[in-house]
């Protein structure tokens, strides 16, 4: 897999608001599209029990994509969350609910995106490594730019 992931800019934006307009839950929501690239997202609800310091995306929500994937939609690839009084780095309870998959970990935090990738043997808890975020604007613009997983496209 590789180290870099694409995102429309406007994708992007939406994931950053979410976060920014639920500063006492974490949101999150399923990313989905092919492998390094992310076509559509979609908010999902968290039924995590301490929703401020943890996500769980709603299990119907994620059964409901898969079957959507199936009929020809988007596949989900990872998802999404916020850490609304931290970094938009994984946290050890991320680590330890994540399978070393391969799934996409969008994090946000004070109005910054992060990827990262659930691995075995990860740079991050052991877990995670950091995948780089690549972005283009909605119009048919070949026009790219490449960031840092640390940084965020504007």
């Known amino acids: 897999m590789g180290v870099t992931v694409e995102i429309s800019s406007e994708l992007l934006q939406r994931i950053k608001d979410a976060g920014a307009n639920s500063p006492g839950e974490e949101i999150c929501g399923l990313l989905l599209g092919d492998t390094d690239r992310v076509s559509a997202i979609l908010p999902c609800r968290n039924v995590a029990a301490a929703p401020a310091r943890r996500f769980e995306i709603d299990p119907a929500a994620l059964l409901a994509a898969?079957?959507?994937?199936?009929?020809?939609?988007?596949?989900?690839?990872?998802?999404y969350h916020s850490h609304p009084n931290g970094v938009a780095?994984?946290?050890?309870?991320?680590?330890?609910?994540?399978?070393?998959?391969?799934?996409?970990?969008?994090?946000?935090?004070?109005?910054?995106?992060?990827?990262?990738?659930?691995?075995?043997d990860g740079a991050i808890h052991g877990r995670f490594d950091p995948v780089a975020i690549s972005c283009a604007a909605e119009s048919a613009s070949p026009e790219r730019r490449q960031l840092p997983g640390d940084e965020q496209c504007q």
């Open 66 to 79: 898969h079957r959507a994937a199936r009929g020809g939609g988007g596949r989900p690839i990872g998802h």
């Open 89 to 120: 780095l994984p946290s050890a309870c991320d680590a330890h609910d994540a399978a070393p998959d391969g799934s996409l970990w969008l994090i946000v935090a004070g109005g910054l995106v992060r990827g990262w990738r659930a691995v075995a």
